[in-house]
């Protein structure tokens, strides 16, 4: 069988990778918290880890693999939005509100990973569903002399968990130095961290021994990970950002709740991402989300191939050079791809189809998931494809497909339409010639309007007619802008882009979705 070796950040080592159960590997990354957009961050332990998940199902046998990441449904931003919401006179109760906003959330979520093409885990719990396991887990842990409950809160004692800090190495007193530490009166220890607090009557809150009130966000995934993938389990992974304090906190809720499991036995994690070799940040304005570079034209494709051209452990940089020499490359492939395809339809293929992946492909992740090594794999491929297609095109389609690149046909990835509106850069010129011999440019206008209207920007010149179309927002950006006023209580601005996602949504605006079909609709009117 093939040796997987991976960096296990428990261990600070390299090793080889041995399943607790062959028959049924199991891994838990920890998912997003649904408030807004997922932003180009959020993205890297998505892709970093489907190529794990992917990987482990080609080693192990496709069912024998048990892919868990979760969705944290309680937050006090959501809850922020639902309020605003409900002020604003929306239909419904609070939790009602606050499942609305869940759940556009996750549907975006969705939309924007299935583009980076990041298969569905096989579990994709809500905290929300699992409240009974988290209240089970907490009344576990006090029942053990682990925590305690004080006005309402309930508080894991870290002093009662002996290797607490051993995952980041650090020490509890260099914690407390180095940590924003909240000091609560209930807390006997400053570092004891929340597993459950009381809710007000205007907050989702669930009924437990200590009353009304909602879980600690580190509960959860303890509890989910306990319910879906037992109390040992092979990996855990997330992002650097989590290991202090949310990983220590979920390895001592989990590891003193059962004490004869190991919890997780390999933990991994991501470096965080940069912009032009900045910190992504809203302040200075290179801060943005996966849904808006798919909105400028940026092919999903294109965001996951930069993303793996950096092993997972080094800080990712995203810079606009990278981005177009990923677009070039895979430009590159969907050639081979295409001359590959017409060379199999006619039966001229000078090899057969292989059905495995590349040896040097599978050989480059297998070596603690070396994916930057995978994508030089993929250009040797590529460039001796380009020389000859029939020969290499059909290890390019598979190596391609294996590393997630074909969710959908290469074809698919760039939306090229230059040609598309030539019709009506015709019918605008001829138009033209009429109105200069008449004087009459009513006609002109009429049609110039019309296509406008439909995000199509026209260009008259001397030299002739230019139309192309107009890069256009999308009904969720809009949706996006608005809940991101909300957030900053900016009024005025929320209303307008609350206006703009509805004219939108009426096709009285252009958008993103609509613009084929007004576009489409404007030829049948034409009879063009
Ligand atoms: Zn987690």
Same mark, same amino acid.
């Given at each position: 069988?093939?040796?997987?070796?991976?960096?296990?950040?428990?261990?600070?080592?390299?090793?080889?990778?041995?399943?607790?159960?062959?028959?049924?590997?199991?891994?838990?990354?920890?998912?997003?918290?649904?408030?807004?957009?997922?932003?180009?961050?959020?993205?890297?332990?998505?892709?970093?880890?489907?190529?794990?998940?992917?990987?482990?199902?080609?080693?192990?046998?496709?069912?024998?693999?048990?892919?868990?990441?979760?969705?944290?449904?309680?937050?006090?931003?959501?809850?922020?939005?639902?309020?605003?919401?409900?002020?604003?006179?929306?239909?419904?109760?609070?939790?009602?509100?606050?499942?609305?906003?869940?759940?556009?959330?996750?549907?975006?979520?969705?939309?924007?990973?299935?583009?980076?093409?990041?298969?569905?885990?096989?579990?994709?719990?809500?905290?929300?569903?699992?409240?009974?396991?988290?209240?089970?887990?907490?009344?576990?842990?006090?029942?053990?002399?682990?925590?305690?409950?004080?006005?309402?809160?309930?508080?894991?004692?870290?002093?009662?968990?002996?290797?607490?800090?051993?995952?980041?190495?650090?020490?509890?007193?260099?914690?407390?130095?180095?940590?924003?530490?909240?000091?609560?009166?209930?807390?006997?220890?400053?570092?004891?961290?929340?597993?459950?607090?009381?809710?007000?009557?205007?907050?989702?809150?669930?009924?437990?021994?200590?009353?009304?009130?909602?879980?600690?966000?580190?509960?959860?995934?303890?509890?989910?990970?306990?319910?879906?993938?037992?109390?040992?389990?092979?990996?855990?992974?997330?992002?650097?950002?989590?290991?202090?304090?949310?990983?220590?906190?979920?390895?001592?809720?989990?590891?003193?709740?059962?004490?004869?499991?190991?919890?997780?036995?390999?933990?991994?994690?991501?470096?965080?991402?940069?912009?032009?070799?900045?910190?992504?940040?809203?302040?200075?304005?290179?801060?943005?989300?996966?849904?808006?570079?798919?909105?400028?034209?940026?092919?999903?494709?294109?965001?996951?191939?930069?993303?793996?051209?950096?092993?997972?452990?080094?800080?990712?940089?995203?810079?606009?050079?990278?981005?177009?020499?990923?677009?070039?490359?895979?430009?590159?492939?969907?050639?081979?791809?295409?001359?590959?395809?017409?060379?199999?339809?006619?039966?001229?293929?000078?090899?057969?189809?292989?059905?495995?992946?590349?040896?040097?492909?599978?050989?480059?992740?297998?070596?603690?998931?070396?994916?930057?090594?995978?994508?030089?794999?993929?250009?040797?491929?590529?460039?001796?494809?380009?020389?000859?297609?029939?020969?290499?095109?059909?290890?390019?389609?598979?190596?391609?497909?294996?590393?997630?690149?074909?969710?959908?046909?290469?074809?698919?990835?760039?939306?090229?339409?230059?040609?598309?509106?030539?019709?009506?850069?015709?019918?605008?010129?001829?138009? %033209?010639? !009429? /109105?200069? &011999?008449?004087? $009459?440019?009513?006609?002109?206008?009429?049609?110039? @309007?019309?296509?406008?209207?439909? =995000?199509?920007?026209?260009?008259?010149?001397?030299?002739?007619?230019?139309?192309?179309?107009?890069?256009?927002?999308?009904?969720?950006?809009?949706?996006?802008?608005?809940? %991101?006023? !909300? /957030?900053? &209580?900016?009024? $005025?601005?929320?209303?307008?882009?609350?206006?703009? @996602?509805?004219?939108?949504?009426? =096709?009285?605006?252009?958008?993103?979705?609509?613009?084929?079909?007004?576009?489409?609709?404007?030829?049948?009117?034409?009879?063009?």
């Amino acid at each position: 069988m093939t040796t997987i070796k991976l960096h296990n950040t428990k261990t600070r080592k390299r090793e080889e990778f041995t399943p607790i159960d062959p028959e049924n590997v199991r891994m838990y990354l920890c998912g997003p918290t649904v408030y807004d957009r997922a932003h180009l961050g959020n993205a890297r332990p998505v892709i970093v880890f489907d190529v794990l998940n992917r990987l482990l199902r080609h080693v192990y046998g496709e069912d024998h693999v048990t892919y868990v990441r979760n969705f944290t449904d309680v937050d006090d931003r959501i809850n922020e939005t639902a309020q605003n919401r409900k002020a604003a006179g929306a239909q419904g109760t609070l939790e009602e509100l606050i499942r609305q906003r869940s759940d556009e959330t996750i549907q975006w979520y969705h939309d924007d990973m299935d583009a980076v093409g990041a298969m569905r885990p096989d579990h994709e719990p809500r905290a929300t569903e699992y409240i009974g396991p988290m209240v089970a887990m907490i009344a576990d842990l006090i029942a053990k002399d682990h925590a305690y409950a004080a006005e309402g809160h309930v508080l894991f004692a870290v002093d009662s968990y002996k290797q607490y800090g051993a995952l980041s190495g650090r020490s509890v007193d260099d914690m407390i130095a180095g940590a924003r530490v909240e000091v609560a009166p209930y807390k006997r220890n400053p570092m004891d961290f929340v597993l459950w607090k009381p809710s007000t009557d205007d907050l989702p809150g669930w009924d437990s021994p200590w009353g009304r009130g909602r879980p600690g966000w580190h509960i959860e995934c303890s509890a989910m990970s306990h319910e879906l993938l037992g109390a040992s389990f092979d990996i855990h992974a997330g992002g650097i950002d989590l290991q202090f304090p949310h990983h220590e906190n979920e390895i001592a809720q989990s590891c003193c709740a059962n004490p004869d499991a190991g919890f997780a036995n390999v933990w991994m994690h991501n470096e965080m991402l940069q912009v032009e070799g900045k910190k992504m940040s809203k302040s200075i304005g290179n801060f943005f989300t996966v849904r808006d570079l798919l909105d400028q034209g940026v092919p999903g494709e294109v965001i996951r191939f930069v993303m793996l051209s950096t092993h997972y452990r080094k800080p990712m940089d995203w810079t606009e050079k990278k981005r177009e020499e990923a677009e070039k490359f895979l430009r590159q492939c969907a050639t081979v791809l295409e001359e590959w395809s017409d060379a199999k339809k006619a039966g001229g293929l000078q090899r057969n189809d292989p059905a495995e992946p590349s040896a040097g492909l599978i050989d480059a992740l297998t070596d603690d998931l070396n994916s930057s090594m995978a994508l030089t794999h993929l250009r040797f491929l590529a460039s001796k494809g380009s020389a000859a297609p029939t020969v290499f095109g059909g290890q390019l389609y598979r190596d391609l497909h294996f590393l997630g690149f074909l969710g959908r046909h290469w074809s698919e990835w760039f939306d090229d339409h230059a040609d598309d509106l030539a019709p009506f850069a015709q019918l605008l010129s001829e138009a %033209r010639s !009429v /109105a200069i &011999e008449t004087k $009459d440019f009513s006609e002109v206008d009429r049609l110039k @309007a019309a296509l406008v209207a439909v =995000g199509i920007e026209v260009q008259m010149s001397k030299a002739g007619v230019e139309v192309a179309r107009k890069q256009l927002d999308s009904i969720g950006i809009a949706y996006s802008r608005a809940n %991101r006023a !909300v /957030a900053t &209580e900016s009024d $005025d601005e929320a209303d307008f882009w609350y206006g703009i @996602a509805e004219q939108m949504k009426q =096709g009285i605006l252009p958008c993103k979705e609509n613009q084929e079909q007004k576009i489409q609709a404007l030829f049948e009117e034409w009879k063009l």
